[in-house]
């Protein structure tokens, strides 16, 4: 198996082989003109009707799966990211998760309030082989959400790097990508604790917890890098 190969595998999150998966990739990409075009569709779709709402969290890895998010069509940014992997992959077109933190200035205050900062951790979005390259793509918020806040949504032309923009409308300070932590094949949950609870404390320990030693709780300390 080749690199790229690794990053078209349905994984434990990524189940891009599942049945709801297949069936929307293969709809939504229908008389494409290659992968670009396939990517663009499919980042749209993800982007706008996949509706981002960052208080859909859970301790519950099986609400991390791709086709779990696909029944939902909401989720903040870490689902919408798997989603768009495990439907690029089912179109064959390589993809990964980039890990990062970022700085949100247009951050709620009631969000800022139950985080402590208005550092996002894990910032979770796409890395896509498109024409012989890797591209970045965030498909985290949904236009509507951008039409409320004065920010620029997030366009994709499945040849340049799609990044959420470092100021709104106004040219006031929107996101900061404060550190990269590299990328991978499936959700690297180990790395996404150790880091946050190094970013967060306790309030990230909360996060995983789950009452006495269960699978749930096993599943999430035994995770892999990808």
Request: aromatic content about 12%; overall charge negative.
């Given at each position: 198996?080749?690199?790229?190969?690794?990053?078209?595998?349905?994984?434990?999150?990524?189940?891009?082989?599942?049945?709801?998966?297949?069936?929307?990739?293969?709809?939504?990409t229908r008389g494409c003109n290659?992968?670009?075009?396939?990517?663009?569709?499919?980042?749209?779709?993800?982007?706008?009707?996949?509706?981002?709402?960052?208080?859909?969290?859970?301790?519950?890895?099986?609400?991390?799966?791709?086709?779990?998010?696909?029944?939902?069509?909401?989720?903040?940014?870490?689902?919408?990211?798997?989603?768009?992997?495990?439907?690029?992959?089912?179109?064959?077109?390589?993809?990964?998760?980039?890990?990062?933190?970022?700085?949100?200035?247009?951050?709620?205050?009631?969000?800022?309030?139950?985080?402590?900062?208005?550092?996002?951790?894990?910032?979770?979005?796409?890395?896509?082989?498109?024409?012989?390259?890797?591209?970045?793509?965030?498909?985290?918020?949904?236009?509507?959400?951008?039409?409320?806040?004065?920010?620029?949504?997030?366009?994709?032309?499945?040849?340049?790097?799609?990044?959420?923009?470092?100021?709104?409308?106004?040219?006031?300070?929107?996101?900061?990508?404060?550190?990269?932590?590299?990328?991978?094949?499936?959700?690297?949950?180990?790395?996404?604790?150790?880091?946050?609870?190094?970013?967060?404390?306790?309030?990230?320990?909360?996060?995983?917890?789950?009452?006495?030693?269960?699978?749930?709780?096993?599943?999430?300390?035994?995770?892999?890098?990808?």
């Amino acid at each position: 198996m080749n690199e790229l190969d690794l990053y078209l595998q349905p994984t434990k999150w990524i189940d891009c082989d599942h049945p709801l998966i297949i069936k929307q990739a293969v709809d939504l990409t229908r008389g494409c003109n290659g992968d670009s075009d396939k990517a663009v569709r499919l980042f749209y779709y993800v982007r706008d009707k996949c509706h981002y709402n960052m208080y859909d969290l859970s301790d519950h890895p099986d609400d991390y799966r791709s086709s779990k998010i696909m029944e939902k069509r909401q989720g903040w940014c870490m689902p919408k990211a798997i989603l768009l992997t495990s439907l690029c992959r089912a179109a064959g077109i390589p993809s990964r998760l980039i890990l990062a933190s970022i700085r949100n200035h247009k951050s709620p205050p009631e969000a800022v309030k139950m985080m402590g900062s208005n550092i996002f951790f894990p910032h979770v979005y796409n890395h896509i082989y498109l024409n012989q390259s890797w591209v970045k793509a965030a498909p985290t918020f949904d236009y509507d959400i951008c039409q409320r806040i004065g920010a620029a949504a997030v366009e994709f032309d499945g040849v340049n790097n799609a990044i959420l923009p470092r100021q709104d409308l106004c040219g006031g300070l929107y996101i900061e990508y404060l550190e990269e932590f590299g990328w991978f094949d499936d959700v690297p949950w180990k790395i996404i604790r150790d880091i946050g609870y190094k970013i967060y404390g306790e309030g990230m320990r909360e996060w995983f917890k789950s009452g006495d030693k269960t699978d749930r709780q096993e599943n999430m300390e035994n995770m892999r890098p990808g």
